[in-house]
Structure formats: structure tokens, C-alpha cells
């Protein structure tokens, strides 16, 4: 029989920097969950918009983070966070009304130590939505497992237990020019016990997948974290101390 916990409180960071209008849309839809968060943290990260007027106005509670780029800004973010479960936005996410209650229904069982959702591009052509989204998620979460040892983590639809985070928080790159989502997931390491949950789907911009230079940076990203992650630990480490963890959780279950 799993053991859960009380359900958690869940407070919800999202890093933004010049997006004051796909926030406002994301806000508006927090504001709508039908299990309302703790706390909507927004992490001003250097913008010359809006951005940080339109979240107090929404009554989100704002963190500066002058130190230019999401690792930096993420990491601000999930130190503020007040919740026992940090939940993750993009500025452009659009999550449907029950999804901080799905996040905190994914994480009473103690165990685990974050979740992640998927999602589909809102604002594509419809004949290429579907297909950019099969392609472009499916390979990221396809190819990072089999570099990772375990599920990666998507940071436009996530969530780590605060205690998790504290444990490595010291380890994940902020200065670098990473992926944070992923350079997260590969701090957790291969023992910690990361769940894809289907239920915290949720639609983004299609901008990530626009034009060949978003697609060159987000490569040189990927390059950079899998290098200095396998620094650490290699893929045949991770996989050997992956399955190791998996047969004691069996023999003890």
C-alpha cells in the first residue's frame, strides 16, 4: 500500500522578462484554478515592460532576479517559494482550471520528488500543431530519458517538492547557459523519483519551435547542459544507479 501525505500546499513560480502579455493571460488563468495556489511568485528577470506591473496587479508577489537568464531567475524563484510543492510556469503556459490541484494530488505520495506534465502549441496552423508537437516534445522527452537515466523535467509544466529542491540546489547551474528544466532534472539525479503526469498538460506558444535561430540556441543549450552533466555522471552511471534504485524499491515494496 503507497503511503501519502496531507495533500501540500503548492506555491507556483513563473521567470519572466519582457512578456507582459502572455503573463497576464497565464495570471488570469491562475487566478481561475479551482484549488487556488499558496502563493503565484513571479520573478522579474531584468524586463523593460510591464511585466512586473502586471503581476502585482494581479496580485502575484514579485522576486527581482537582475542576473539575465531562466536558470538564474528560476533559481530565485523556487528559493522564494513559501510551498511544500514549487510548481513551474513559462510566462506563455495557459494551464487548465484543475491544474495546481493536480499538482498537488500528484505529490501526496512522499516519495516523489517532482512531476512534470507535456503539452501542445495553441497558436501554430492546425495542420502543424499536432505534428510540431509529436516532433519537437516527444523527441525532447523521448532522447532526455535515454540521457538522463529517468523522466526529465518540462519547465513549462512542472513541479519538485521544496525539500528536493533544497537537497541539490546548490548543484544546478546558474551562471551557465543551460536548460534549466533539464540541468534541474539531472541534479535530481537518477535515484529521485520523477513522475510524467498527464493531467498537467498545458497549451504554450509555438514560438520555441519558430525559426532556425530559436532552434540553433536551444541546441547549444542542450549541448552545454548534457556536457556539464556528464561531467558529473555520465549515462552509463546514471542508467546502472537508476536500475540499482529500482530493484531496492522493488525488494523493499
Known amino acids: 500500500m503507497i503511503e501519502t501525505s496531507p495533500v501540500p500546499t503548492v506555491s507556483v513560480v513563473i521567470p519572466v522578462r519582457d512578456d507582459a502579455v502572455e503573463l497576464a493571460v497565464c495570471l488570469r488563468l491562475l487566478a481561475g484554478q479551482e484549488v487556488p495556489p499558496l502563493e503565484v511568485v513571479v520573478v522579474d528577470n531584468g ?89 519537437y516534445l516527444g523527441a525532447y522527452f523521448a532522447l532526455t530519458h535515454l540521457a538522463l537515466g529517468h523522466p526529465p523535467l518540462w519547465g513549462s509544466s512542472m513541479a519538485v517538492r521544496r525539500s528536493s529542491w533544497e537537497r541539490v540546489r546548490d548543484q544546478v547551474h546558474t551562471t551557465a547557459d543551460v536548460h534549466d528544466d533539464l540541468d534541474l532534472a539531472f541534479v535530481l539525479g537518477p535515484t529521485s523519483v520523477i513522475r510524467v503526469v498527464p493531467a498537467l498538460r498545458v497549451r504554450v506558444s509555438g514560438r520555441s519551435v519558430r525559426g532556425l535561430g530559436q532552434l540553433r540556441r536551444r541546441m547549444a543549450r542542450a549541448v552545454t547542459t548534457l556536457r556539464l552533466n556528464w561531467a558529473v555522471s555520465p549515462p552509463w552511471e546514471r542508467w546502472q544507479a537508476r536500475l540499482s534504485a529500482g530493484r531496492s524499491r522493488s525488494s523493499a515494496g
Open 47 to 135: 524586463s523593460c515592460d510591464d511585466s512586473a506591473a502586471v503581476a502585482r496587479a494581479a496580485g502575484a508577489r514579485v522576486v527581482p532576479e537582475p542576473r539575465v537568464g531562466i536558470p538564474s531567475a528560476a533559481a530565485t524563484g523556487y528559493d522564494a517559494a513559501r510551498g511544500e510543492v514549487i510548481a513551474r510556469l513559462d510566462a506563455d503556459s495557459r494551464p487548465g482550471p484543475d491544474w495546481v490541484a493536480q499538482v498537488a494530488r500528484a505529490t501526496t505520495d512522499p516519495r516523489v520528488d517532482a512531476v512534470t506534465g507535456t503539452g501542445s502549441f495553441h497558436d501554430l496552423p492546425p495542420g502543424l500543431r499536432q505534428l510540431a508537437t509529436w516532433v
